[in-house]
C-alpha cells in the first residue's frame, strides 16, 4: 500500500497587502511624528530654561559670598551708558571670565575672583555645542555654554539694588541682579531693546490704536520666542 504525501507551501503576502502595510504604517508614523517632535522641542525648551535658571543662581550666590557679580571688570565694565549693567554672552571669549569663574576653571591662582575654588555651576565638557558646555579647540582651554540649538545664552549682570532692565521691555526687574536667556528654537539673533520712548508705534502724542514699530515687532516676536530665567513666557 502506498503512501501518500501532501506538500503544502506557505503562501506570502501579496503585493496589495504589502502596500495596505506600508500605508498603515505611513499613516502612524505621520500621526506620531509631529507628537514625538512636540515632546523632543519641549525637553530642550526645559533644558534650555533649567540651564538660564542655573546661570542665575550661581552668579546670585556667588554675589552673596564675594559682594560682586562674576565677571571681570577689565572686560566689562558697567557705565551710565549700559545703564550701570554688563550685557554678556556665553560664547567662546565673550562672557567676561564669567564661565570660568562660576566653574571653578580660573587658570591664574594669583587674580582668582573664585578663591575658596567652590563650584557656582557643574556642567561637563561636551564633543557638541548643542549638548551644553563646549571646549573650542581653537582657543585653548575657554569653554562656551550653549543651549540645545546650538546658539549662546545671553547673561545680563548690574550692580544696581532696583535690578537689571529687561532687554525686551525697558522695566526694572526688581531685585534681579543677574538675568539669562535663550534664543530658543526661531532665534536667529539677539533681540532689540524697547524703551519705554518707544511706546505707540515709536512715536508721542499718536494714535492709540496705532501700529507697532518695527522695532517693536521684533522684540514681540522675540518674546514669544524666547526663553527666559525671570519669567514663564505661555505659547
Same mark, same amino acid.
Given at each position: 500500500?502506498? !503512501?501518500?504525501?501532501?506538500?503544502?507551501?506557505?503562501?506570502?503576502?501579496?503585493?496589495?497587502?504589502?502596500?495596505?502595510?506600508?500605508?498603515?504604517?505611513?499613516?502612524?508614523?505621520? %500621526?506620531?511624528? /509631529?507628537?514625538?517632535?512636540?515632546?523632543?522641542?519641549?525637553?530642550?525648551?526645559?533644558?534650555?530654561? *533649567?540651564?538660564?535658571?542655573?546661570?542665575?543662581?550661581?552668579?546670585?550666590?556667588?554675589? !552673596?559670598?564675594?559682594?560682586?557679580? /562674576?565677571?571681570?571688570?577689565?572686560?566689562?565694565?558697567?557705565?551710565?551708558?549700559?545703564?550701570?549693567?554688563?550685557?554678556?554672552? !556665553?560664547?567662546?571669549?565673550?562672557?567676561?571670565?564669567?564661565?570660568? %569663574?562660576?566653574?571653578?576653571?580660573?587658570?591664574?591662582?594669583?587674580?582668582?575672583?573664585?578663591?575658596?575654588?567652590?563650584?557656582?555651576?557643574?556642567?561637563?565638557?561636551?564633543?557638541?555645542?548643542?549638548?551644553?558646555?563646549?571646549?573650542? /579647540?581653537?582657543?585653548?582651554?575657554?569653554?562656551?555654554?550653549?543651549?540645545?540649538?546650538? *546658539? /549662546?545664552?545671553?547673561?545680563?549682570?548690574?550692580?544696581?539694588?532696583?535690578?537689571?532692565?529687561?532687554?525686551? !521691555?525697558?522695566?526694572?526687574?526688581?531685585?534681579?541682579?543677574?538675568?539669562?536667556?535663550?534664543?530658543?528654537?526661531?532665534?536667529?539673533?539677539?533681540?532689540?531693546?524697547?524703551?519705554?520712548?518707544?511706546?505707540?508705534?515709536?512715536?508721542?502724542?499718536?494714535?492709540?490704536?496705532?501700529?507697532?514699530?518695527?522695532?517693536?515687532?521684533?522684540?514681540?516676536?522675540?518674546?514669544?520666542?524666547?526663553?527666559?530665567?525671570?519669567?514663564?513666557?505661555?505659547?
Amino acid at each position: 500500500m502506498k !503512501t501518500t504525501f501532501t506538500t503544502h507551501s506557505k503562501k506570502g503576502f501579496t503585493l496589495i497587502e504589502l502596500l495596505v502595510v506600508i500605508a498603515i504604517l505611513a499613516t502612524l508614523a505621520g %500621526i506620531s511624528s /509631529p507628537i514625538i517632535m512636540g515632546q523632543m522641542e519641549a525637553a530642550r525648551e526645559s533644558t534650555a530654561r *533649567k540651564t538660564c535658571l542655573d546661570i542665575v543662581e550661581g552668579a546670585t550666590k556667588f554675589r !552673596t559670598d564675594y559682594g560682586v557679580l /562674576p565677571f571681570r571688570t577689565d572686560e566689562a565694565e558697567p557705565t551710565e551708558e549700559n545703564n550701570y549693567q554688563v550685557s554678556l554672552s !556665553t560664547e567662546v571669549g565673550q562672557d567676561a571670565g564669567m564661565l570660568s %569663574i562660576l566653574l571653578n576653571r580660573e587658570e591664574d591662582d594669583d587674580n582668582r575672583m573664585n578663591t575658596n575654588k567652590e563650584y557656582y555651576l557643574r556642567s561637563d565638557v561636551q564633543e557638541k555645542k548643542s549638548e551644553g558646555l563646549y571646549e573650542d /579647540p581653537s582657543t585653548g582651554d575657554l569653554v562656551g555654554l550653549y543651549d540645545p540649538w546650538g *546658539k /549662546p545664552y545671553y547673561v545680563l549682570m548690574c550692580e544696581e539694588n532696583d535690578g537689571c532692565t529687561d532687554p525686551f !521691555t525697558g522695566k526694572k526687574l526688581r531685585g534681579k541682579n543677574c538675568i539669562a536667556y535663550s534664543l530658543g528654537v526661531n532665534g536667529t539673533g539677539k533681540a532689540p531693546e524697547v524703551t519705554p520712548d518707544r511706546k505707540q508705534g515709536g512715536k508721542k502724542g499718536g494714535k492709540k490704536n496705532q501700529e507697532m514699530s518695527i522695532e517693536e515687532e521684533e522684540a514681540e516676536d522675540a518674546i514669544a520666542d524666547n526663553i527666559y530665567s525671570w519669567k514663564k513666557v505661555s505659547k
